[in-house]
C-alpha cells in the first residue's frame, strides 16, 4: 500500500482493467474499458485553486454518470512556483506562502487516514473556501477536519515541516507525469497501451452536469488515445464558478 495515497500500489497510474476498441482509452464511449471495468483517473490538486476545485466536482458528476474511479492526490503550487518566486510580487508570494498549510493537512491526512479521507476533507475544505469565501486557516482547517469526521489534531499540520518531504513526494508523482509548465487540477488516465497519459485541467466552468459531464470526460479519454496529443487551449473569460 502507498504509504502517501492509501491505495494498493498494484494499481498503476491512471490505470483501467484494459484498452477498449480501437485502441483508445474507453472503448465503446463508455468512460471506461469498454466492458463495465471502472477506470481508475488519478487527480492532483491544490485546496486553495479555484480551478481545480470546479474541477473536481465535475470529476464527481463524472463518477455518476459513467464506470470512472478517482484517485485523489496532493499537489502544491508552492512547491511548482519555488524556482520563480523572483519573478512573482511580494503578495503573490505571501499567498503561496500561506498555501503550505492547508496543503500539509491535505497530505497528513491522505498518509494517515487513506484516501476517502482525503476526499471527504477536500470536499469540506472546497465548500468553505470556494463556496464561502472563507481562508483556509487554522479555524477554517479545524471545522473542515470535523466536518470529515477527522481528528482536529491535524490542524497542526499547517505549521509544521515534518510533512513538507510528503507533499513533494505527492506533487513529483504528478508533474513527473505532466511536466513542469502546468498548473492544477493534473488528472492522469489511461492512454496507448494503457500506460497513463497526463494533463494540466481540464480547465471548465461553469462544471458540465449529468451526461454533458460524461461527454467530456468521454472526450478526455479519446484525446489521451491518441499517440502524440500534448495540449489544446484558449483563453479564459470567465472566472471560476459552479452552478
Excluded at 469498454?34 to 470529476?59: H, I, L
Excluded at 463518477?63 to 510580487?89: A, F, H, I, K, Y
Excluded at 492547508?102 to 470556494?130: I, K, M, Q
Amino acid at each position: 500500500m502507498d504509504r502517501l495515497t492509501g491505495w494498493e500500489t498494484g494499481a498503476p497510474l491512471g490505470s483501467t482493467g484494459g484498452t477498449g476498441e480501437g485502441g483508445a482509452p474507453g472503448g465503446g464511449g463508455d468512460g471506461g474499458d469498454g466492458d463495465g471495468t471502472p477506470v481508475t483517473a488519478d487527480f492532483w490538486f491544490d485546496p486553495g485553486c479555484p480551478w481545480a476545485w470546479v474541477t473536481s466536482r465535475w470529476m464527481k458528476e463524472v463518477e455518476s454518470v459513467r464506470p470512472v474511479r478517482v484517485r485523489w492526490n496532493v499537489m502544491s503550487l508552492t512547491v511548482l512556483n519555488e524556482d520563480r518566486l523572483g519573478e512573482l510580487s511580494e503578495e503573490h508570494r505571501e499567498r503561496l506562502k500561506r498555501a503550505w498549510g492547508p496543503v500539509r493537512v491535505c497530505v497528513a491526512v491522505a498518509s494517515d487516514h487513506g484516501p476517502e479521507a482525503l476526499d471527504r476533507l477536500y470536499t469540506e475544505l472546497g465548500e468553505r473556501r470556494h463556496g464561502e469565501g472563507r481562508a483556509l486557516d487554522g479555524e477554517t482547517l479545524r471545522d473542515a477536519l470535523k466536518a470529515a469526521d477527522l481528528p482536529l489534531e491535524l490542524a497542526g499540520e499547517a505549521e509544521s515541516t515534518a510533512r513538507d518531504e510528503e507533499v513533494r513526494a505527492s506533487h513529483g508523482r504528478g508533474i513527473g507525469l505532466v511536466g513542469q509548465d502546468v498548473g492544477t487540477p493534473v488528472i492522469a488516465v489511461p492512454g496507448p497501451d494503457d500506460g497513463p497519459v497526463a494533463f494540466f485541467g481540464p480547465v471548465v466552468t461553469p462544471m458540465p452536469r449529468g451526461e454533458a459531464a460524461g461527454r467530456l470526460w468521454d472526450g478526455v479519454l479519446l484525446v489521451a488515445g491518441t499517440p502524440g496529443f500534448y495540449e489544446l487551449k484558449r483563453s479564459r473569460t470567465e472566472r471560476p464558478r459552479i452552478d
